[in-house]
């Protein structure tokens, strides 16, 4: 068995060699610019600290803080980490196909390009999702409120980690079209099937959306809503791609199949 499996082995430790080589490339490039990108990644964060002294009367405008010896080195890493994921994704999400290719059929290796563009497309669209509509509300509302009694100090650390939670999340989340799609085009699953899991999924967003948001339910409900939305455009991609049988083919399947066993237990019993 393991003789049989070993190749299979070998390759996924080539592709595994392959982005994590691109993904330390991709590091050191995204360190040299890390003022620039962390610069991005605080921007929302200051926006909401300026309207902590418009709004509050009798406190001091917030800040943003570090309790750490080194901590700004380690949040320059962080933030280069987070930019050469986003940065190597192409070259990921290549060695992912590379991988799958060998079972593909000739014309399904053909779809190498559109995976490749969609899945960074999605995870992009996702990101910037996140930075621009859902951050700017969450970060308003959880540094604001209470801000006339208190001077929100945030932690940079804290921030960080928290930020790449949340572009991770929406970037992640965005890619279900795209991997519904090449399921659908592997015949894993059809149209009726996401749609008797609806309600299930709706259940499971709202589970992701409360682990990966600030707890506030506008911010919730600003994931949530989309990946409804993204799974309804899911089901109509798989019913494109391959749709479920009408239910009066699977009945007379199933009837052929039962006639089939019946044949086989008479044959069985005569001898």
Known sequence: MFDEIKPHLVELR?????????????????????????????????????????KSLHAAEGMVTTNQVGGAFFVALKVSFFAAIVGSLPIILSQIWAFVAPALYANEKKMVIPFILGGTIMFTIGVLFAYYIVTPFGFDFLITFGSFKFTPLINIEDYVGFFTKIMFGFGIAFEL???????????????????????????????????????????????????????????????????????????????????????????????
Do not use: C
């Open 14 to 54: 080539k592709r595994l060699a392959i982005s994590v080589a691109s993904l330390i490339v991709m590091f050191f490039v995204m360190f040299y610019f890390h003022e620039a990108i962390l610069e991005w990644i605080v921007e929302p964060l200051n926006v909401a600290l300026l309207e902590v002294g418009k």
């Open 177 to 271: 079209p795209v991997f519904a799609y090449f399921l659908a085009l592997l015949g894993m699953v059809d149209d009726r099937q996401m749609r008797e899991f609806f309600k299930y999924a709706v259940v499971i967003i709202f589970i992701v959306a409360a682990l990966l948001t600030p707890p506030d339910v506008l911010t919730q409900l600003l994931m949530a809503g989309p990946l409804v939305i993204l799974y309804g455009v899911s089901i109509l991609i798989v019913k494109m791609v391959n749709p479920a049988p009408p239910l009066e083919e699977e009945s007379e399947d199933d009837e052929d199949v039962n006639l089939l066993d019946e044949l086989k237990a008479i044959n069985k019993d005569s001898e």
